[in-house]
């Protein structure tokens, strides 16, 4: 039996993607130049990150208002994974 096809696992979301996905994002423009961001290197960032930081999911919108209080309580977390994967993948790629 594929459960895929009897319940909508669509509605399951890792919060922690977005937030890693925002964060990424924000760091590299802040970097500018100075990391690379061929979409090989942004996704291994991502992927990175996410595997460095506890997985937040969700399936309806209060799980979503949940994990953005969780955001506060994890905002360096988060912060601190994106900023080691850019370092990390970025010192790879050179």
Excluded: W
Aim: some cysteine; aromatic content about 6%; proline content about 1%.
């Amino acid at each position: 039996m594929d459960l895929r096809d009897l319940y909508a696992f669509e509605e399951l979301v890792n919060e922690a993607e977005r937030l890693i996905l925002a964060e990424l994002g924000r760091q590299l423009e802040e970097r500018g130049d100075s990391a690379c961001t061929s979409e090989e290197c942004v996704l291994d960032m991502a992927a990175y990150a996410l595997n460095h930081v506890r997985p937040m999911y969700r399936v309806n919108l209060m799980g979503r208002i949940y994990a953005d209080t969780l955001m506060i309580e994890h905002a360096d977390e988060i912060s601190d994974a994106v900023s080691e994967a850019i370092e990390r993948i970025s010192s790879d790629a050179e």
